[in-house]
T-cell receptor
Framework: KQEVTQIPAALSVPEGENLVLNCSFTDSAIYNLQWFRQDPGKGLTSLLL?????REQTSGRLNASLDKSSGRSTLYIAASQPGDSATYLCAHTTGNNRLAFGKGNQVVVIP | EPEVTQTPSHQVTQMGQEVILRCVPISNHLYFYWYRQILGQKVEFLVS????????KSEIFDDQFSVERPDGSNFTLKIRSTKLEDSAMYFC?????????????FGPGTRLTVL
């Protein structure tokens, strides 16, 4: 069974601090790993996609790393802003083409 | 930018009733998915659909569920006889023809409440 775990489940940081969100997964044969953002009661917005052959991806203040051998991915958000408050979901795709999700990191950035 | 759309945004139904959730995937996409998220829990895969047939389904997707692509644009999820535990947010996703490494694009979801 594919397990995806995200730690911490929830965190609050003051505005301007860097955020570090962790994701671990048990299936080493992943095709890619994706980070999503979910606002309360809303859909999923894809933030970054890392292919299995890549080590990291960057988009603006966001950087995601992938270490397949240890089954870990980390999402870094630099200089956090109140608008970054949301739940961040980690998910991976394997050979069966389905996305397996973690439960999310719920982030609150305090102005 | 093209988006996946879903209707309705919120559906309230009585236990035992049939519901149909609708999705319009991005127009040049060929793979379609349904996921659900029970409040406070993980997003869970239900089913994938390609070339007018189910390519994979999870253990959640039992005989009460069915999917259809009735025309060239819509993709529907039907729940035949709803149960209280079917209350959840249902997300549709699509991706273009390519490899499984391509991203899936998600719709905004339909919140289903079963009373």
């Amino acid at each position: 069974k594919q397990e995806v775990t995200q730690i911490p489940a929830a965190l609050s940081v003051p505005e301007g601090e860097n955020l570090v969100l962790n994701c671990s997964f048990t299936d080493s044969a992943i095709y890619n790993l994706q980070w999503f953002r979910q606002d309360p009661g809303k859909g999923l917005t894809s933030l970054l996609l890392i292919q299995s052959s890549q080590r990291e991806q960057t988009s603006g203040r966001l950087n995601a790393s992938l270490d397949k051998s240890s089954g870990r991915s980390t999402l870094y958000i630099a200089a956090s802003q109140p608008g970054d408050s949301a739940t961040y979901l980690c998910a991976h795709t394997t050979g069966n083409n389905r996305l397996a999700f973690g439960k999310g990191n719920q982030v609150v950035v305090i102005p | 930018e093209p988006e996946v759309t879903q209707t309705p945004s919120h559906q309230v139904t009585q236990m035992g009733q049939e519901v149909i959730l609708r999705c319009v995937p991005i127009s040049n996409h060929l793979y379609f998915y349904w996921y659900r998220q029970i409040l406070g829990q993980k997003v869970e895969f239900l089913v994938s659909f390609y070339n007018n047939e189910i390519s994979e389904k999870s253990e959640i997707f039992d005989d009460q569920f069915s999917v259809e692509r009735p025309d060239g644009s819509n993709f529907t999820l039907k729940i035949r006889s709803t149960k209280l535990e079917d209350s959840a947010m249902y997300f549709c996703a699509s991706r273009p023809l390519g490899s499984a490494t391509d991203t899936q694009y998600f719709g905004p979801g339909t919140r289903l409440t079963v009373l």
